[in-house]
């Protein structure tokens, strides 16, 4: 199969402008307003046409899944949220502000929710996983942009998250995009060590034969792409919704190289249709 252009002098996308920067800075950016492409983010990104090469050559992607391959706004990760604070009432017999504050607390400190439950009270993680994960899915809408980019993208594509399998094939089956990705690494794959921990990129790495420095890693968490970065990996910041993705990152951060809300966008801007004819 040989390689489609990429094209970069599209991706003016003005989600940093419009959410992000406004945040960190305290103003926002119009469309006339933006400047190029290259020095068009507050953080210090490498600029696009550099690692646009890269991308072009890449022979793998990893994305995360919850608020990645789906907009955060669908709010399907607030059914987790609510069940995982239910799960905590019971199994350590507290109330709710106690289960959500330890929910909270464990999520910044140990990486997920789980893994705290599972390092402080030696907590199995089936149990939680099988109930924190039984929602309502049908919510969630095909998008026919990113199931045609997806088609188009060269390398081989995978799943990577601090989901279930169960969850990943629920979530995969519904937007119907399943037959794009070769394998799923959920947090079983990883012996239940979570994103970001180095040790759970090590394993995927390792399991899957992928060079990082020619892997591209898709993610909404901040946190989850610096131990990418810190392999090599072209990093993919999905901005969505802070209560679900953790905050933004710091204006001096350096691990993230680009920045999108709509990855079939992205994705399709970088590989377009007229290009892959």
Same mark, same amino acid.
């Given at each position: ?50 690692? #646009? ?24 990760? $607030?059914?987790?949220?609510? +069940? ?31 893994n705290g439950l599972m390092s402080e009270h030696s907590m199995s993680p089936e149990p939680f996983l ?10 969630? #809408? ?5 199931? $045609? ?6 390398? +081989? ?28 690494f959920d947090i079983a794959a990883t012996g239940y060590v979570p994103k970001p921990h180095s040790s ?15 892997? #591209? ?36 951060? #350096? ?9 079939? $966008?992205f994705l399709d801007n970088l590989f377009p249709a007229s290009d892959c004819a």
């Amino acid at each position: 199969m040989s390689r489609p252009a990429i094209r970069f002098n599209r991706l003016r996308e003005t989600v940093w402008h419009n959410r992000v920067n406004s945040k960190l800075h305290g103003h926002r950016h119009t469309l006339d307003s933006m400047p190029a492409e290259d020095d068009c983010y507050a953080l210090p990104m490498e600029p696009l046409m550099n690692i #646009v090469p890269r991308l072009a050559k890449a022979d793998a992607w990893l994305f995360d899944l919850d608020n990645t391959l789906y907009p955060a706004h669908t709010d399907l990760f $607030a059914q987790i949220d609510q +069940r995982m604070a239910a799960f905590i009432m019971s199994y350590l017999g507290v109330n709710h502000v106690e289960a959500r504050t330890l929910q909270k607390a464990y999520w910044a400190s140990h990486g997920t929710t789980l893994n705290g439950l599972m390092s402080e009270h030696s907590m199995s993680p089936e149990p939680f996983l099988e109930f924190v994960h039984d929602i309502d899915v049908t919510g969630l #809408v095909y998008d026919q942009r990113l199931d $045609a980019a997806l088609s188009r993208l060269p390398g +081989r594509k995978m799943i990577f998250t601090n989901g279930t399998l169960r969850h990943a094939e629920n979530v995969l089956e519904r937007l119907q995009l399943a037959h794009h990705f070769e394998c799923i690494f959920d947090i079983a794959a990883t012996g239940y060590v979570p994103k970001p921990h180095s040790s759970a990129y090590h394993h995927v790495v390792a399991v899957s034969g992928i060079h990082a420095a020619s892997t #591209v890693m898709v993610d909404d968490s901040v946190k989850n792409l610096l131990p990418a970065f810190e392999l090599g990996m072209i990093t993919i910041w999905a901005a969505g919704k802070p209560e679900w993705s953790g905050p933004p990152p710091a204006p001096d951060a #350096v691990h993230i190289h680009h920045v999108t809300e709509d990855i079939g $966008a992205f994705l399709d801007n970088l590989f377009p249709a007229s290009d892959c004819a």
